[in-house]
Nanobody, 127 residues
């Protein structure tokens, strides 16, 4: 069992930045591949970015490339999403997810492949 707790969301103007955190209390965080997803009102939850358990490989949705950076600290049991140049269309609830994935199939962008989810943190970007 992995507990995930997101933080760092908030209200920001277009062009601004936010840094989301996903903390995983306990000792098994480093075993898991991690990802960020987001869900805007009336839309399905969509993949944003993923990072392998080693932290050495990352993958981004087209919407995040060049603006967002995913990272993790396996000593602090925490994953991050640095979001720059935010746009109003980035407004959503952001969720972190964890799963023990087959490296041959990575990157994994499907929601069903991840076993554990946080409660979400709201990001609102005003125009």
């Amino acid at each position: 069992q992995v507990q995930l707790v997101e933080s760092g969301g908030g209200l920001v103007q277009a062009g601004g930045s936010l840094r989301l955190s996903c903390a995983a209390p306990g000792g098994t965080f480093s075993w898991y591949d991690m990802a960020w997803f987001r869900q805007a009102p009336g839309k399905e939850r969509e993949f944003v970015a993923a990072i392998r358990w080693t932290g050495r490989r990352t993958y981004y949705a087209d919407s995040a490339k060049g603006r967002f950076t995913i990272s993790r600290d396996n000593v602090k049991n925490t994953m991050y999403l640095q979001m720059n140049s935010l746009k109003p269309e980035d407004t959503a609830v952001y969720y972190c997810a964890a799963g023990r994935l087959n490296g041959d199939n990575w990157p994994v962008t499907g929601r069903s492949e991840y076993d554990y989810w946080g409660q979400g943190t709201q990001v609102t970007v005003s125009s």
